[in-house]
């Protein structure tokens, strides 16, 4: 049973219109969400977070918002540039720590020039 | 700071043999996370480790799977023997705070 989906296998998007990556999850106990990227041969890198306490948080052209209530979260970005092409994963945690961590299947975001 | 080290980056062996999977941690980082991705399941949690204990273990898919810590700067997966379902990239993950993981760049393993 997977606690975190990520139902949109891959995602394309113009450069410099808005990226939206979504991510669904089941546990109510989650109360810390993250983004990681991953570019092809390297590991994933950790991108923005948020606390379930907040329902957005933004840091340059990513915004993260959160619906406790739809036990939705999203990433946004804007504008999209090239090389933001890269697999995004949706993470979550319960506990109010970053220290076990729940991932989905991962996106493919691909930015068109 | 290197980051968290993995080795070997690529490993391919013959079904039926031993696979050790490295990693080395970002010192001063208490936990110590093994993850494998597949296309089918994305990143699984294997097994973390919390000041070189193991924590939980329920990732770890059968007992061909085993996983060390014998100190702060290193750890070990091992597949015994491997079978070519197991192939996949195994990433290893440290971290101290609140504030997500450091992740190695991962090993590929093909297992033929």
């Known amino acids: 049973d997977q606690q975190v989906k990520q139902n949109s296998p891959s995602l394309s998007v113009q450069e410099g219109r808005i990226s939206i990556l979504n991510c669904d999850y089941t546990?109510?106990?989650?109360?810390?969400f993250l983004w990681y990227k991953k570019y092809p041969a390297e590991g994933p890198t950790f991108l923005i977070s948020?606390?379930?306490?907040?329902d957005k948080n933004e840091d340059g052209r990513f915004t993260v918002f959160l619906n406790k209530s739809a036990k939705h979260l999203s990433l946004h970005i804007v504008p999209s540039q090239p090389g933001d092409s890269a697999v995004y994963f949706c993470?979550?945690?319960?506990?109010?720590?970053?220290?076990?961590?729940?991932f989905g299947s991962g996106t493919q975001l691909t930015v068109l020039p | 700071d290197a980051g968290v080290i993995q080795s070997p980056r690529h490993e391919v062996t013959e079904m039926g043999q031993e696979v050790t999977l490295r990693c080395k941690p970002i010192?001063?980082?208490?936990?110590l996370f093994w993850y494998r991705q597949t296309m089918m399941r994305g990143l699984e949690l294997l097994i973390y480790?919390?000041?070189?204990?193991?924590?939980?273990d329920s990732g770890m898919p059968e007992d061909r799977f085993s996983a060390k810590m014998p100190n702060a700067s290193f750890s070990t997966l091992k597949i015994q023997p491997s079978e070519p379902r197991d192939s996949a990239v195994y990433f290893c993950a440290s971290t101290q705070g609140h504030y997500g993981y450091t992740f190695g760049s991962g090993t590929r393993l093909t297992v033929v």
């Open positions: 948020i606390s379930s306490i907040k």
């Open positions: 993470a979550a945690s319960a506990g109010g720590s970053a220290r076990q961590l729940t």
């Open positions: 546990n109510s106990m989650f109360d810390y």
């Open positions: 480790f919390n000041n070189n204990v193991p924590i939980d």
């Open positions: 010192s001063g980082h208490d936990y």
